[in-house]
């Protein structure tokens, strides 16, 4: 259950983005860029597990010595003949950890209770890493919302201006539309845009004024579509290349293309900030690694299938930046139920996610400013909390709806930074943490294959070279324009 979950975790609406972005960069750079990302996404997801273990075993070590403390405390009001008790306390004090833990007691790595990264940032970073922490999840958090709150208005124009102009029969296959191309009479289609977009904002905008969970029959039911609409886009197009149809051809390698497929993949690779939540409820953890491994290897496969057929059954211009609308067409979809279904899959599945993900930015705001003991005016907590979450995304998406930059570039920064970054160092402090508090004999159970150091300066110098090259070809690209 814990892999299906992850799955559905990792295998987002960052997917129907991909294909365009495979064919921007050609067919094999990608394919090389795709598994290298997936692998070293693998590596990270292995560092998280093991802090996650760590971080238990440090909760499980304090309780440990609160217990005997108050054990201490209770003997020593008690008569002179306890105090063989106490003695026997102060040896236990005394032993080495492993022999404690051989006398019954649960292995202190043992992932039991949920740390999420918050939590592991506060007890193995400084002040300073503690702040960044959140400043990168923040933004990647408003990076999220921008790209949901623009690409459920897209889809909606997509969809109903070229049901209601001329061509009555989807997104024809020629059609590069401007926003300024008439969409309904007198409104043009940024018009009708900006119209969805704030029709969005007011139906699932105060869901951020309030405490909303994702219940678990929304869940299936996404889950349940998303996997509909993902084989009915491969089969499709499978069908359509093999009858002939074949519209791509791909270039082998185009570097143009490269910063944009490179934020893409980071951000449908994304899975790291809700490890936590997906891992402590699994209940037997000793093929942990094995099974996220396998996890990876079916994502692989699925992004190759849905990518791969995409470039060759559909022209690389011909492309949209959201995949589910080249099926909008009569002559590759039939049943006008299907293009509809396919067209406006995007609205039902971000709408759903939108207010969770809204109040979780919410809260991490929440998080980031709290002092100890001290409690937020009603107005703080109520008012302006909720707006500058809501606020900055809707703007951006008023001002753009180029969804493969937003990806792109949410994926290229914060993801970056949430992806390689933040578990990196929190493997390295974990460990150091450990080695101090337990002793240098201790064995964490969980550890990551990739245990040498020599890994995490990979993933670090990965990381800030991939920062460094998106930053130098953003900037060359803008000077050429």
């Known amino acids: 259950v814990g892999l299906v979950y992850?799955?559905?975790?990792?295998?987002?609406?960052?997917?129907?983005?991909m294909p365009k972005a495979f064919a921007t960069a050609g067919w094999l750079v990608s394919l090389v860029l795709l598994v290298f990302l997936g692998f070293m996404s693998f590596v990270t997801t292995t560092f998280v597990v093991e802090a996650m273990a760590a971080a238990n075993a440090q909760l499980r070590w304090k309780r440990m010595e609160n217990r005997q403390e108050e054990e201490e405390d209770d003997s020593s009001t008690a008569s002179d003949s306890d105090v063989r008790v106490q003695d026997s306390h102060e040896r236990a004090e005394r032993r080495p950890i492993l022999s404690v833990q051989r006398r019954g007691s649960p292995n202190l790595f043992e992932i039991t209770d949920r740390v999420e990264m918050g939590q592991m940032a506060s007890m193995f970073f400084n002040k300073v890493g503690v702040n960044l922490f959140y400043f990168c999840i923040i933004i990647y958090l408003y990076g999220d919302l921008a790209i949901y709150a623009a690409a459920v208005p897209f889809s909606l124009m997509q969809v109903t201006c070229s049901a209601t102009s001329?061509?009555?029969?989807?997104?024809?296959?020629?059609?590069?539309?401007?926003?300024?191309?008439?969409?309904?009479?007198?409104?043009?289609?940024?018009?009708?845009?900006?119209?969805?977009?704030?029709?969005?904002?007011?139906?699932?905008?105060?869901?951020?004024?309030?405490?909303?969970?994702?219940?678990k029959y929304l869940q299936i039911l996404t889950?349940?579509?998303?996997?509909?609409?993902?084989?009915?886009?491969?089969?499709?197009?499978?069908?359509?290349?093999?009858?002939?149809?074949?519209?791509?051809?791909?270039?082998?390698?185009?570097?143009?293309?490269?910063?944009?497929?490179?934020?893409?993949?980071?951000?449908?690779?994304?899975?790291?900030?809700?490890?936590?939540?997906?891992?402590?409820?699994?209940?037997?953890?000793?093929?942990?690694?094995?099974?996220?491994?396998?996890?990876?290897?079916?994502?692989?496969?699925?992004?190759?299938?849905?990518?791969?057929?995409?470039?060759?059954?559909?022209?690389?211009?011909?492309?949209?930046?959201?995949?589910?609308?080249?099926f909008a067409r009569c002559d590759v979809?039939?049943?006008?139920?299907?293009?509809?279904?396919?067209?406006?899959?995007?609205?039902?599945?971000?709408?759903?996610?939108?207010?969770?993900?809204?109040?979780?930015?919410?809260?991490?705001?929440?998080?980031?400013?709290?002092?100890e003991g001290g409690t937020y005016p009603w107005v703080v907590d109520r008012v302006v909390f909720?707006?500058?979450?809501?606020?900055?995304?809707?703007?951006?998406?008023?001002?753009?709806?180029?969804l493969e930059s937003l990806v792109g570039i949410t994926g290229a920064y914060a993801g970056t930074g949430i992806q390689y970054v933040i578990p990196a160092f929190l493997v390295y402090l974990s460990r150091k943490d450990t080695q101090l508090a337990l002793g240098y004999g201790t064995v964490n159970k969980h550890r990551s294959p990739f245990r040498h150091t020599f890994w995490v300066g990979f993933v670090l110098l990965w990381a800030f070279s991939c920062f460094f090259f998106v930053t130098a070809n953003i900037v060359l690209s803008e000077t050429k324009v």
């Open 6 to 17: 992850m799955f559905n975790l990792i295998v987002g609406t960052g997917a129907l983005t």
């Open 386 to 402: 909720p707006t500058i979450t809501l606020l900055p995304p809707v703007l951006v998406a008023f001002c753009t709806h180029d």
């Open 333 to 371: 979809v039939g049943l006008a139920a299907v293009r509809f279904f396919l067209g406006l899959f995007p609205v039902f599945t971000i709408s759903t996610n939108f207010p969770i993900i809204a109040v979780t930015l919410r809260n991490n705001w929440k998080t980031l400013f709290h002092r």
């Open 166 to 215: 001329n061509e009555s029969c989807g997104v024809e296959a020629d059609a590069k539309h401007n926003d300024t191309d008439p969409c309904w009479g007198p409104l043009r289609r940024v018009d009708a845009y900006r119209i969805y977009l704030a029709v969005f904002t007011l139906l699932l905008g105060p869901f951020t004024f309030f405490d909303v969970q994702k219940t």
């Open 223 to 326: 889950s349940l579509m998303r996997w509909v609409a993902f084989a009915i886009m491969i089969v499709l197009a499978l069908v359509r290349i093999g009858n002939g149809h074949r519209e791509g051809h791909p270039p082998l390698a185009d570097f143009s293309g490269v910063r944009n497929l490179f934020g893409v993949c980071v951000y449908s690779f994304m899975c790291q900030h809700s490890l936590p939540s997906l891992v402590t409820p699994v209940s037997s953890k000793r093929h942990l690694t094995r099974l996220v491994f396998l996890d990876y290897v079916l994502i692989l496969a699925f992004y190759g299938l849905l990518c791969f057929t995409a470039i060759f059954c559909f022209r690389g211009d011909s492309l949209m930046d959201m995949y589910t609308l080249n």
